[in-house]
């Protein structure tokens, strides 16, 4: 398993920015364990390029980043899975991420509540709050 084995998702990098720091990501980050994708990233950007942001930017994109290797059969099958349990309105970038988490065997640190619901029908390991 990769040293950095630990996705952080937006939801976790917002609430930080935020509050000026969670201890848990603090934690991840001291040990070198944290990771990122190109969406994640995608999702920080722009509203960090907007707020001129530079150095918070650069910090993000020195993480670790994990490629992308996206299958829509399983995509599909998560988002069917969701909507037999009543999980609805899960948008497909969270789709795209518990893919990655899943099948490249990391552990998502989410606030998101999405990933709270789906942990329960789906088998990954999430950190949350």
Sequence with gaps: MSRY???????V???????GGLPK??????????????LILTELAPALMK???????EGLYA???IPLDIDWDIIREYQLINLENG???????DLIILEQVIEQK?????????F????????FDLISK
């Design 5 to 11: 084995n630990v996705l952080i998702d937006s939801s």
């Design 13 to 19: 990098w917002i609430e930080y920015f935020k509050n």
């Design 25 to 38: 990501l603090d934690r991840l980050i001291e040990e070198d364990l944290v990771c990122t994708n190109e």
């Design 51 to 57: 707020k001129a942001e530079h150095e918070v930017l």
């Design 63 to 65: 993480i670790q980043k």
């Design 87 to 93: 999980i609805n309105q899960v948008g497909i970038p």
């Design 106 to 114: 990391l552990t998502l640190f989410s606030l998101d509540k999405h």
């Design 116 to 123: 709270m619901l789906m942990r329960k029908h789906l088998t």
